[in-house]
């Protein structure tokens, strides 16, 4: 193999590697819920910054419309003072109306307010709704990431297993055992003949030790004193 396709090989291996990683459902499912994370994060920030406006446009409400009857009062008071004679009618009449224009500033500010308010209000519903959907489809999908887990761990646990057993029949353990096996039955075989042959030497011994040590039995003893008493005692070839 040359340089070039050991060069192809490599890049070629690492490309199985990238895809075999893009296309792993564990990690695909624990990016996706990170970036819902994440969202969650900005939409909690983002209603917190809503909410803040609310508020702040609540209070500047409450504030305007204290103003708008506060300068209604004063103008109403101005006049009061004209009629009593208090002051001159002129100069109650300018303050007045100063007053009520203030008044109708601030009534502008109200209004201003009041629609901002309910804009406001609009977003954090919004803002709620989406986070409720964000929790509850993180909430699902760190569930199913349990779930895949698990699945992932059996079915690779499974087919380490159906791999082992479908290639039982050619697997180096198997065939060692059946080295082994035919080992074991050929020891036995050679220790089984060299009993054979040390059985056979033993039997010639004996046979050689029983003619050395041959003692004539008794019933031979009384065939020699019967043959001496008939007088045949003596070998006829003497």
Excluded at 185 to 204: C, D, F, R, T
Aim: charged share 35%.
């Amino acid at each position: 193999m040359n340089i070039f396709s050991r060069f192809f090989k490599i890049g070629q291996a690492e490309t199985h590697a990238v895809i075999d990683q893009l296309e792993n459902p564990i990690r695909m499912t624990e990016q996706g819920i990170r970036d819902m994370k994440v969202d969650l994060d900005k939409s909690l920030q983002a209603l917190a910054e809503v909410k803040a406006m609310t508020i702040r446009a609540k209070n500047d409400t409450h504030t305007y419309q204290h103003q708008v009857t506060d300068y209604e009062k004063k103008a109403i008071l101005l006049l009061k003072k004209a009629e009593a004679g208090e002051m001159e009618s002129t100069e109650a009449d300018r303050l007045a109306t100063e007053a009520l224009t203030k008044k109708e500033q601030a009534q502008q500010q109200v209004s201003r307010l009041t629609e901002e308010y309910k804009k406001y209000e609009a977003s954090v519903q919004q803002l709620e709704s989406n986070i409720r959907t964000l929790r509850s489809n993180i909430s699902k999908w760190e569930n199913e990431l349990r779930t895949l887990t698990a699945r992932m761990k059996v079915s690779s646990a499974t087919k380490t297993m159906n791999k082992q057993l479908a290639k039982i029949d050619s697997s180096s353990t198997v065939s060692m055992l059946e080295r082994m096996k035919e080992k074991v039955e050929q020891e036995e075989a050679l220790a089984a003949s060299y009993g054979e042959i040390a059985n056979e030497s033993k039997s010639v011994d004996e046979e050689i030790d029983k003619a050395l040590d041959h003692k004539p039995g008794q019933a031979s003893k009384s065939l020699e004193d019967l043959k001496k008493r008939m007088g045949l005692s003596q070998n006829p070839a003497e």
